[in-house]
């Protein structure tokens, strides 16, 4: 994160987030009503990336309590004083991860959702151990196959999971997906659920501001919104 102008991020005031957090979850309801599911089925993971520790708090006062950031320092640097006045605080980690990171991941996570590779999966796995804590796993799947992207590709994911799970002893829970910017997610969205029905898994995290929706009719359990409730971001850098 860079410290651009202050121009360049527009996080939202109390009031507007406040406000956003009632919108989204009367979206939520709707999307859940048409598709005849129970909203309690569907978690909203506010994603406070780059916007302060005040954000958070302006978002916790107005009740929600499952936040979502990208970086493990970030989540470091706000997270821990605020866990302390709101116990019922949840932190998911939905960035990508580096096996250097995995310790610090799994002291500060409440949920990882980007175990994407072998050689992190053996780093959570020492990094569980040592900390006695096991955060809940999403295994991140490339759905659109996109090489910039992370993830583990649809043809391994099957091998993949089963290496986590039986191989590793992880606590994977379901799966999580980012669709290519540029087409209709909801083919990936449902591809996602067939896989995680296939394998007996029930968590699965898909759909942001966009498409959060669509996400919804295809079965998502969380929904990760940012921009929505707290606003635009810098650029990445
Ligand atoms: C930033 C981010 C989001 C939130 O995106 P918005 O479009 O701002 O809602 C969701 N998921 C992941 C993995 C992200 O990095």
């Given amino acids: ?40 089925g569907v978690t909203l993971v506010a994603v406070s990336k780059t916007h302060g520790a005040a954000a958070v708090q302006a978002a916790l006062a107005a009740g929600q309590a499952v936040f979502g950031e990208n970086r493990v320092q970030e989540a470091q640097q706000k997270f821990p004083g605020l866990r302390e006045a709101h116990p019922a605080l949840r932190l998911h980690l939905i960035g990508a991860l580096q096996t250097n990171k995995a310790r610090d991941a799994v002291r500060v996570a409440d949920v990882i959702e980007s175990l994407d590779r072998p050689k992190l999966a053996a780093a959570l796995a020492e990094a569980m151990a040592k900390e006695g804590r096991r955060p809940a796993l999403l295994v991140q799947v490339n759905t659109g196959e996109e090489a910039q992207k992370a993830g583990v590709a649809r043809a391994e994911a099957d091998a993949f999971l089963r290496h986590c ?6 606590p994977v829970e379901g799966l999580m997906c980012i669709p290519p910017v540029d087409q209709d997610p909801r083919p990936h969205f449902a591809g996602l659920a067939a896989l995680a029905a296939r394998h007996g898994l029930r968590t699965l995290s898909m759909g942001m501001s966009g498409d959060f929706e669509a996400a919804i009719a295809e079965g998502a359990t969380h929904v990760r919104v940012g921009t929505a409730i707290f606003g635009s971001r810098p650029a990445p850098a």
């Fill in 165 to 170: 799970r039986d191989g590793l002893g992880l």
């Fill in 1 to 40: 994160m860079t410290d651009g102008p202050a121009s360049a991020t527009a996080t939202a005031t109390d009031e507007t987030i406040a406000h956003n957090l009632a919108a989204i979850r009367a979206r939520i309801a709707e999307a859940c009503a048409r598709a005849k599911r129970d909203p309690a």
